[in-house]
């Protein structure tokens, strides 16, 4: 396997990230999903009936489990996220799990927030060190994502793209490419989406992760709460010329719609996927 990959899934593998309101039906209708992506936060009481669907869901189709708390950039999550997490993997038999290249936890306590880290070589160690620690608790491969940001501070000095690199180089983490981030980040720092790319380790690219924005005035807000958008769907198209076919996640958090739209905006990436590998 390909340091990075996800297990056993095709490059041109299309699914959803699964929330709870659809757990019942997408067990009912015995989709043919070839994997799901779950929100593992969601889930850490680790028991009531909303985990006793997963555990259903997670016989009948391979999971990946995404993360918002284990906050690699601020050194990691604590003990007993981390010892939580690891249970949920084994329990669910998770073939890899994943999170951002970002701090959501701070010596306060946990932030509802992904907070960009600063592009230095100092940030290298820690998140080192935080990644080993994710990889060792649970067994499983991790994948980092990019956030979508609003701000570059002044005193960065390496591309996001060699970070990610660096980090894939030094740790074998695989990288979950969120396109509507990059697009959104290009958007708001006044660059172009595949200058960015250009830095980025795609050779790494685990999967990938589409979703929704809202603009808000100048800028583009990751909200997740509507259809990928027209520009978002061009630049995955791009992308996949420029890297080939990876496996491809619809993530939509806020303002849920029913389970067939996301089914729909899975079967729109899946057309474009196979129309890029025909030319």
């Known amino acids: ?31 043919p999903l070839p994997f799901v992506e779950v929100m593992a936060d969601n889930y850490l009481a680790l028991r009531g009936p909303h985990y006793q669907l997963l555990q259903q869901v997670a016989q009948r189709y391979p999971v990946v489990l995404h993360c918002v708390g284990l906050s690699p950039g601020s050194g990691g999550a604590d003990d007993d996220y981390l010892r939580r997490l690891g249970r949920m993997a084994s329990e669910l038999g998770a073939i890899a799990v994943s999170d951002h290249l970002s701090v959501s936890q701070l010596p306060g306590g946990r932030v509802h927030d992904l907070l960009p880290i600063r592009y230095r070589p100092e940030m290298l160690p ?8 994710i990889q060792d608790v649970t067994g499983l491969p991790f994948i980092i994502e990019n956030i979508s940001r609003y701000l570059a501070y002044a005193d960065d000095c390496l591309d996001e793209g060699e970070l990610l690199d660096e980090l894939h180089r030094r740790t074998g983490a695989g990288m979950l490419l969120d396109i509507n981030n990059l697009y959104v980040t290009a958007h708001n720092l006044g660059q172009s989406p595949m200058a960015l790319l250009r830095r980025f380790p795609l050779g790494a690219v685990a999967y990938c992760h589409l979703a929704g924005y809202q603009q808000r005035r100048h800028l583009l807000v990751d909200t997740h709460g509507s259809r990928v958008s027209e520009p978002v769907w061009q630049l995955y198209a791009q992308v996949l010329a420029a890297m080939g076919p990876r496996p491809t996640i619809i993530e939509w958090d806020n303002d849920i719609p029913p389970l067939e739209v996301l089914l729909e905006e899975a079967r ?12």
Request: proline content about 8%; charged content about 25%.
């Open 126 to 133: 820690p998140l080192v060190a935080a990644i080993h620690r």
């Open 1 to 31: 396997m390909i340091p990075g990959r996800l297990p056993g899934i095709e490059p041109d593998s299309v699914s959803i990230s699964l929330r709870e309101q659809h757990l019942q039906q997408v067990l009912q209708r015995r989709e």
């Open 268 to 279: 729109r990436a899946e057309t474009l996927m196979q129309q890029q590998e025909a030319i």
